[in-house]
Structures are given as C-alpha cells and as structure tokens.
C-alpha cells in the first residue's frame, strides 16, 4: 500500500514568511497528526484529527500555526509568520489499528529552514 | 512538554558491543512503542508493549515493559552498523495520542 505522502520535502523561507505543509494519509486511516521535530530530539505533538475533527490540539502555538483536514483526507499545516526557533522537520503520520495496538505510520518528513 | 525522558541520549559504541536504552515516565500508559529513525526518514515502528512486565525479542533487540507501565528498556545484542539510527519510545494515551521520548542516537563504528 502507498505510505504518507508529505510535500514539499525541503522548504527554506525567511523569517515573518509564511509556508503550508500538506499531507496525504494512507487511505482508510482516520487519524492523522502532525510533529514537530528539532535536529535529534523526539517529535512533538502539534495537533490531532479523528476524520476532520480535532482531537488534540494543546500544544499548537495557534496564534501562528494553523491545520485543517477538509473532507477528513488530506491535511495542510500553515505557518504564518514564520519564527526563526520554526526551524525544523514537520511529520505527518497517520494511524491504524493492528492486534488492540495503534500503529503510527510516518511521511518522510517536510523539513523547514528558517532564515 | 516531553512526557518521557530517554538515557542515554547520545551512544556511540563499537561492533559486537551490547547496549540498553531507557525509556522512563511518571505516567502511566495503555501501551509503549520503540521506533527507529534514520536521516531523512520518518520513525518506523519496531515493537509494542502492552502488559506490565511484558518481554519482547525481535532478533537482537530485547524490548522490557516496566510493571508499573512507565517505563521500558531496549537492549541490543552485538550491534552492527545497521543499528545506527535515532531510537524513540512512545507512550500511548487513552486517546490515541502518542507521546514521545527525547530520544536515543545510537552510532554503532565498524
């Protein structure tokens, strides 16, 4: 089956820029996330949607950041203005179910550098 | 905020050498996963831990849940190369939310 898909791969903007991530989950995956992750350190939760619900948003920085999952497929994350401490890798994963256990399945990554 | 906390954060260790990864919280969790990461890559899911004290070998990796389910380890025997990576634990939520651990680099030199 085909993974997630993430686009762009590589973003570098400059600071007060904006800049959209978009992700395409496997299909029939209900739940999709978007990480944020710095240079070696684990990835962070932004937010959580069920379908086009959202589930967990609490630590998005909503004053800058934005996501939405129309149609509860693909998803977008915006971020605008762009901060210099923005500088990262956004993974989106989506989730499935296998023997009780919720299984994440990761994108490759839109990795954002900001100038 | 990182509801769990990884030792030793960085590892570089010659072929054929053992090691333990620790993967501690003061939370409790329905279930706990270990991913592996390699540059450029999104995590992969190596194995899930679901009972207290549960044990799980995949090959040379050994995966401990802790009784209490906050905690769990990773041990390695006689790394390779390939282990090289970054290792990640992730405590799962009622919700369906996965937290994740600050993480392990693991360097393995021939």
């Known amino acids: 089956e085909a993974g997630v898909a993430q686009s762009p791969r590589y973003k570098i903007i400059e600071k007060r820029q904006s800049v959209a991530f978009w992700c395409n989950p496997i299909?029939?995956?209900?739940?999709l996330y978007w990480y944020q992750q710095i240079l070696g350190q684990g990835p962070k939760l932004l937010i959580q949607?069920?379908?086009?619900?959202?589930?967990?948003d609490s630590q998005l920085p909503k004053d800058r950041f934005s996501a939405e999952r129309l149609k509860g497929v693909d998803s977008t994350l915006k971020i605008q203005p762009a901060k210099l401490e923005d500088s990262a890798v956004y993974l989106c994963?989506?989730?499935?179910?296998?023997?009780?256990?919720?299984?994440?399945?990761f994108g490759a990554g839109s990795r954002l550098t900001v100038l | 905020t990182q509801l769990l906390e990884q030792s030793p954060q960085f590892l570089s260790i010659q072929e054929g050498e053992n090691l333990t990864v620790y993967c501690n919280s003061s939370?409790?969790?329905?279930?706990l996963q270990w991913y592996r990461q390699e540059p450029g890559e999104g995590p992969v899911l190596l194995v899930t831990?679901?009972?207290?004290?549960e044990v799980k070998k995949l090959k040379r990796l050994t995966f401990q849940f802790g009784d209490a389910r906050k905690d769990s380890s990773l041990h390695i025997t006689a790394a390779q190369p390939g282990d090289t990576g970054l290792y990640l634990c992730?405590?799962?939520?009622?919700?369906?939310?996965?937290?994740f651990g600050t993480g392990t680099s693991l360097t393995v030199i021939p």
């Open positions: 299909s029939g995956h209900a739940t």
């Open positions: 939370s409790v969790f329905s279930s």
């Open positions: 949607f069920q379908n086009n619900g959202v589930v967990d």
């Open positions: 994963a989506s989730s499935f179910t296998s023997s009780g256990a919720n299984v994440l399945t």
């Open positions: 831990v679901v009972t207290g004290g």
């Open positions: 992730a405590g799962v939520g009622a919700g369906n939310q996965f937290y």
